[in-house]
């Protein structure tokens, strides 16, 4: 069976790519054919081959199916600003029909494929759409990592909110302890508030595999 889930943050900078190439890895030990997608990125650098994220990187390392570069990362953009800032300084369009292509063509290589997002889940990715839009269309299930710190909790609860307004579902939740250890009783309120189930706590500078350790893979086949 085909699966696939898309990662959002309720910010950035809280552990998407981390957590993605963790969950990357726990499934390949599962036997899983896996492969990561970051469809746009911004902050790019400059390299022989073109553009390259840094976070699209970790992804492929992390992955155990070969992909071209432009499958994994379709838009990489060089501006380090919101992607719809970065795509018009650049002067493209960020198209989520080209998305969805690339994505089919990892999805015919992999059992399971992990997308990882930019930013929030509202972040603009054009004048019109966002990549709520771009998970609509792909019609995936949502992992919300939270970055346990002070105000996590209002920006947990308004990203649920928002994913069900979206008409996307929250599949699950992952608390990244980015700044040492939570703050007392934050995982326990967010434990009883959201209404999908915690994939894992992961502790403040794990290395992948570390996090890969920590994920509760039983909860994705709920």
Request: proline share 5%.
């Amino acid at each position: 069976m085909q699966r696939a889930w898309f990662v959002t943050g309720t910010d950035t900078g809280v552990g998407k790519t981390l957590v993605s190439a963790a969950l990357l890895m726990a499934l390949a030990r599962t036997g899983r054919h896996v492969v990561g997608m970051k469809p746009v990125a911004s902050g790019c650098n400059a390299t022989p081959p073109g553009l390259r994220s840094a976070d699209a990187e970790a992804l492929r390392v992390a992955g155990n199916v070969a992909a071209d570069y432009e499958d994994i990362n379709p838009y990489a953009l060089a501006a380090p600003t919101a992607p719809h800032l970065a795509a018009e300084a650049a002067g493209v369009q960020i198209d989520i029909a080209a998305i969805r292509a690339h994505y089919a063509r990892l999805a015919a290589r992999a059992d399971d494929v992990v997308v990882e997002g930019i930013g929030g889940w509202l972040v603009p990715i054009n004048r019109t759409q966002t990549m709520a839009d771009v998970v609509r269309v792909l019609n995936l299930p949502v992992i919300l990592v939270v970055g346990m710190r002070l105000g996590c909790l209002n920006h947990a609860l308004l990203t649920q909110r928002s994913i069900a307004a979206s008409g996307c579902r929250l599949m699950a939740w992952v608390a990244n302890e980015v700044d040492g250890d939570a703050p007392e009783g934050y995982v326990e309120a967010l434990t009883d508030r959201l209404e999908s189930p915690c994939l894992g706590i992961i502790p403040a500078g794990p290395s992948v595999a570390m996090a890969a350790a920590r994920l509760d893979l039983c909860v994705l086949d709920r």
